[in-house]
Antibody, heavy 116, light 110 residues
Framework: EVQLVQSGAEVKKPGDSLKISCKGSGYSFTTYWIGWVRQMPGKGLEWMGIIYPSDSDTRYSPSFQGQVTISADKSISTAYLQWSSLKASDTAVYYC?????????WGQGTLVTVSS | QSALTQPAAVSGSPGQSITISCTGTSSDVGGSKYVSWYQQHPGKAPKLMIYDVTNRPSGVSNRFSGSKSGNTASLTISGLQAEDEADYYCSSYTSTSTQVFGTGTKVTVL
């Protein structure tokens, strides 16, 4: 069974750094792209970027380029989404999902709350 | 890279058919064979309902169907049921090898 299991909810202050994770299982992790999607409170889905774990080829939405870093450790079948300096506007649920042209499996979501 | 345009809300009675539109440009919907649709219930992760414009994943009801004409893709739900009440999002692969989501449509079953 394909599963994407994300790390737990986080509460951070503006300016903090953060790295959240997404562990894949039940399939060959290195042969599928993994993406990240943001959903701000009460708002729609936003495509952030994707990574190919086999060679770490990464593509970002222009809206998120330079704002976040997507990485992966294929040895432990885990993808990451990272911020170096959080802002209050980063408060959202972040989903990881499998695929490049479509997202066929999704993680459960990680709620990130940034508040002073 | 602007979000694809969807109607904010669509409603229908049980048993009826409804159609949700998703309008983009020649750089995304119009030029892509990779248009997907997702269903999201409150507090839940999205679920893939249609991929590659017209294909249904295994386990998705055949009441859901997709199509595309020019820069506009559509999702049709036939035989509307109470469980179909949810938010729906389209998505398209783009000419820059990224994806873009639609603005989302709230479906209400009257």
């Amino acid at each position: 069974e394909v599963q994407l299991v994300q790390s737990g909810a986080e509460v951070k202050k503006p300016g903090d750094s953060l790295k959240i994770s997404c562990k894949g299982s039940g399939y060959s992790f290195t042969t599928y792209w993994i993406g990240w999607v943001r959903q701000m409170p009460g708002k729609g889905l936003e495509w952030m970027g994707i990574i190919y774990p086999s060679d770490s080829d990464t593509r970002y939405s222009p809206s998120f380029q330079g704002q976040v870093t997507i990485s992966a450790d294929k040895s432990i079948s885990t993808a990451y989404l990272q911020w170096s300096s959080l802002k209050a506007s980063d408060t959202a649920v972040y989903y990881c999902a499998r695929g490049a042209t479509r997202f066929d499996y999704w993680g459960q979501g990680t709620l990130v709350t940034v508040s002073s | 890279q602007s979000a694809l345009t969807q109607p904010a809300a669509v409603s229908g009675s049980p048993g009826q058919s409804i159609t949700i539109s998703c309008t983009g440009t020649s750089s995304d919907v119009g030029g892509s064979k990779y248009v997907s649709w997702y269903q999201q219930h409150p507090g839940k992760a999205p679920k893939l309902m249609i991929y590659d414009v017209t294909n249904r994943p295994s386990g998705v009801s055949n009441r859901f169907s997709g199509s595309k004409s020019g820069n506009t893709a559509s999702l049709t739900i036939s035989g509307l049921q109470a469980e179909d009440e949810a938010d729906y999002y389209c998505s398209s692969y783009t000419s820059t090898s990224t994806q873009v989501f639609g603005t989302g449509t709230k479906v209400t079953v009257l």
